[in-house]
């Protein structure tokens, strides 16, 4: 019998061509085009109130990471790739907020920017914040923004255009910078010492991340914060054992003394009440995103693969409960899951295999989830960053709530994307992967191979002696996270590829996906 | 009354041109290959610009 397709384009690889950008968008039925067209008016629009303002353009031709942005509106084509109906939506519901969040972040930081707008009030009410790092402890200075230049020079540029970070990361190195460090905080090094990071800020905060890349990057910045452009820095160092119960004092007493350092330098005071507003809203997020991947555990998951993981490390990470948009996108996502859980939908005609994604996953190549269910039919039914902290904060303001609070703050900072598993001890990165597999009646794990990251690496035999003991085949998929000339994005797909057809045996769903020509692409 | 069929036509055909001008522009992705064009002028820039590298 003939296998059912989907409404409009189906053989997804020939709109590739071996430029940068496609042949044209997607077909994708009358109803879903037009909606996808109304939804890329709106991206113009936001794309059109940002050129407007002069300040911007001027940005435009300061630094080198803005000419990325020209990519913008592929990359929601790129996420969007043989969605059609309630997951199309879900996908703009996210992707065209977090797009907007950014185009704001970008408009906040050019204003206080010394080079670009130069607004000094502004500029003094802003803290800057790592990219990797929770924001927690500005969740209760409402009248502070907590911005991180990080995110718009660095994390979305590599999102938006897989080249953008190689001319960075050949600065780091050109300098002196070991070549095998992580590329994420080695570009964001290279940006400080390329003298292409805005300049603003009372005052900054930085976390001990995820690695020894995180802790070299975060030397190379702050020294530049604070010698060259007089812009004191805070280190949060958050205990690295953060299951264990003996450091949560340590770990509550750290953010008692960051906000005590940026109450110190900013002259503003902590407001509670906006600390158990923004609380009720984390708690908001963690309900839906448990609903969802409660979803995913059944034979019709909803809101997975490129529509969790993205979406779900901006909530979780950079917005935490301080932006109301966020928990509107929350409602409508969860609304548009319902429904199609409801009627039993999927997302492409066949799901052949149910996957854990483990590991870092490659950021020149985040939409390769996407990838996975066109071509292979492999449903990402979630991945290692999206497994985050579920513990509800208290959201009532009691004496003993605000003392709680501080823990609460605390076990977030700790427990930061990425850094929740990579540190932590084997229980947090082996054994709960196992845990997942059996919960979301998995029978597939891919696991990202990140070649520069050695937390994850020391495991490698590990996670291949459970996965026989456990009787799940198990894909390594190697790629260097920012730098793109390491593995490229087609060698990226031949490790799936090779293992789909060599060992199970199977022929694509989608045959014109197996081999792209999308070496240049953005 | 006739004025008024006229206006509304008018309106209706400036929409429908609207609409088919920019269904054309993001169907065949014309904004994607323009502003591809855009980037090698912007990296040349940022080639010549002056830098001072902070280690």
Redesign the interface.
Known sequence: MAEKLRVGDNELGKLYTD???????E?RGVSD?LYD?WR??GT?SVLAKFIVKPRNIKA??RY?W??NY??S??ML?RFSQGLRGEYLRIMHEEYDTVFKDIGLLLDKVFRGDKRIGNDKKYSDKVVLVDENEMTAVMMGFKTLKGLSRETISTYVPVLLNQHSMEHYID?AQL??LAPDVCPMPEAEAGI????DAPILGKCAVQCNTTCDGSLLSNG?ISR?LIN?DGIPVFQLAAPLRHREDDVQDYAAGEIKNAIAFIEEHTGEKWDWDYYFECAKRVNYATECRQEWLEMNRTDYPQVFGGNLALYTETNYMAICGKVVDFEKADRKITELARRAYDKKLKMVPQYRHRAIIWGVQSHYYFDFLVWLVNCWGIVPLTDMLSMVSTRKLVTEDTPENRETAYYDMAWLTENMIMRNRTHGGYKVLLDELWEYVEQFNADMVILWEHQSCKALNGMHGQFEEKAREKGIPLVWVGHDLFDPRIVSRQGVRDQINNFLRTVMNEEPIDPSLENLPDEKS? | MKLIGKIILKVFLAVFALFAVTFTVYFFNLDMKATSLLEPLFIKHYDSMERKYYL
């Open positions: 430029g940068k950008v496609r042949k044209r968008r077909w085009t067209y890329w008016l113009m435009m031709f080198r803005m000419a020209l990519a509106p592929m084509d600065v300098q002196g400080s010492i390329d003298d190379v530049r060259v953005w």
